[in-house]
Nanobody
Framework: QVQLVESGGGLVQAGGSLRLSCAAS????????TGWFRQAPGKERELVAY?????????RYADSVKGRFAISRDNAKNTAYLQMNSLKPEDTAVYYC????????????????WGQGTQVTVSS
């Protein structure tokens, strides 16, 4: 079992920045790939960033956030991060971190463990 807790969400003006954290406990966090998903009202949950397990050699981003968001992990702290810069109103959503014992997947159904989510609201 892996327990995930997100933090760092909030209200920010367009063009601003936030850093989300995903603190893990339970089984060895570094053994799991981590994804950051988001879900806006009335929309499907989508993967915005992915980092592979261990050293995080594989990183993927959704086209909508490339060049603005950066995912990272600190295995010593059992924590993953999502740095979000140049935020836009369309980035408004609940953001979730998720862990997966496997290779890259876009599908939320491939991720076994989820946090409770943190709200990010970007005002125009």
């Amino acid at each position: 079992q892996v327990q995930l807790v997100e933090s760092g969400g909030g209200l920010v003006q367009a063009g601003g920045s936030l850093r989300l954290s995903c603190a893990a406990s339970g089984r060895t966090f570094m053994s799991y790939a981590t994804g950051w998903f988001r879900q806006a009202p009335g929309k499907e949950r989508e993967l915005v960033a992915y980092i592979s397990r261990n050293g995080g050699a594989t990183i993927r981003y959704a086209d909508s956030v490339k060049g603005r968001f950066a995912i990272s992990r600190d295995n010593a702290k059992n924590t993953a991060y999502l740095q979000m810069n140049s935020l836009k109103p369309e980035d408004t959503a609940v953001y979730y971190c998720a862990a997966r014992d496997g290779l890259f997947s876009l599908s939320q159904y491939a991720y076994e463990y989820w946090g409770q989510g943190t709200q990010v609201t970007v005002s125009s």
